[in-house]
T-cell receptor, first 114, second 115 residues
């Protein structure tokens, strides 16, 4: 069975702190894809990143970075020097090459206080 | 490039009624997926349409149905509404060959309240 677990329900940090959002996934497929989405209060899911299972290189995009480790089935997301505008719910999702649907975790609500 | 749009933004219905939600996919995208997001939870896959046919379905009863039109826009229909159908309904479009989890770009959603 495929599953995504985001154990952190809510995280509160002060602006400029670094914060890491955890994501653990389960799948028996050898080819799969991992995603992160941001959901601001407006409700729209904003695509952040997609990684495939054969590419374990970490990625950095501005203040965002992602750490993919197949050995621990984790795909963690770090925001460096957080800003108030980063406040949102963040979802990790799993997709398989054999399927068309995304399986989402329950999300982590991030609150960045000024 | 036009993003994914959904209508209406909000909707209030009573139990037993029927509802139709609409989605226009992002320019150039040929696949539309629908998700239901209950309050405080992650989105749950309802179904996907590719080339005007249902391409896959999640664990939702038959009273959830859909359509995709030649211009790749889509409708989600829910019959015999139940209180538990109250949720944010998200439409996502992607450019896909029918399989594989490509990047899915989401619309702003329709918030349905069933009284």
């Amino acid at each position: 069975a495929q599953k995504v677990t985001q154990a952190q329900t809510e995280i509160s940090v002060v602006e400029k702190e670094d914060v890491t959002l955890d994501c653990v996934y389960e799948t028996r497929d050898t080819t799969y894809y991992l995603f992160w989405y941001k959901q601001p209060p407006s409700g729209e899911l904003v695509f952040l990143i997609r990684r495939n299972s054969f590419d374990e290189q970490n990625e950095i995009s501005g203040r965002y970075s992602w750490n993919f480790q197949k050995s621990t089935s984790s795909f963690n997301f770090t925001i460096t020097a957080s800003q108030v505008v980063d406040s949102a719910v963040y979802f990790c999702a799993l997709g398989m090459d054999s399927s068309y649907k995304l399986i989402f975790g329950s999300g982590t609500r991030l609150l960045v206080r000024p | 490039e036009t993003g994914v749009t959904q209508s209406p933004t909000h909707l209030i219905k009573t139990r037993g009624q029927q509802v139709t939600l609409r989605c226009s996919s992002q320019s150039g995208h040929n696949t539309v997926s629908w998700y239901q997001q209950a309050l405080g939870q992650g989105p749950q896959f309802i179904f996907q349409y590719y080339r005007e046919e249902e391409n896959g379905r999640g664990n939702f009863p038959p009273r959830f149905s859909g359509l995709q039109f030649p211009n790749y826009s889509s409708e989600l229909n829910v019959n015999a509404l139940e209180l538990d159908d109250s949720a944010l309904y998200l439409c996502a479009s992607s450019l896909a060959s029918g399989t594989s989890a490509r990047e899915q770009f989401f619309g702003p959603g329709t918030r349905l309240t069933v009284l």
